[in-house]
């Protein structure tokens, strides 16, 4: 199982490593909901099916956003900072921007799914049984966001995490550093 505040690989000193440790859990919370969506409709859960979905849903709900601004807020900013004022930047980075600017809006759209696929569970775990047919609205919910997760995640762990750790001095980084850190206490 999967704890929620488990000690990360990573430290704020690598807040790009503490990101991609986070990617693990998406992964993996997903997978949970996934396999639950896709193995348990027309029943009620078991105690360890609702006690996983419950801690994928608070993952999502309480960490899914800090992820979200530790990305925003903390790197993605000072990658666009550097195009700016950096000659020459812009043509060295500019892929890894066009793909920031896609991945804030996958940030939205997952949330958005998040939200149908909590409401989904929560009634799930109150104790309303989907249905087939709704069961299979569930699966496909899920389903959309394990494919948005997969090539969001291979888009920022191939493309602008290794770009951001090249491109981004040993300042900047610290600072996200700090920052990544002050949204956790």
Known sequence: MIQIGARPDAGFEDPIGMMMDCHRRIERFLDVLDRVAHGAVGREMTTVEAEA???ALKY???SGPRHNADEEESLFPRMRELARREPGARERIGRALEEIDRLER??????AIHAAVGAWYARWLRGEVPDE???RELAGETGKLRDMYSRHIQAEEELVFPLAAQVLDSAEIAAAGREVEARRR
């Open 53 to 55: 979905v419950a801690a």
């Open 60 to 62: 999502f709900e309480e």
């Open 106 to 111: 996958e940030h939205v759209e997952a949330g």
């Open 133 to 135: 047919g709704a069961g």
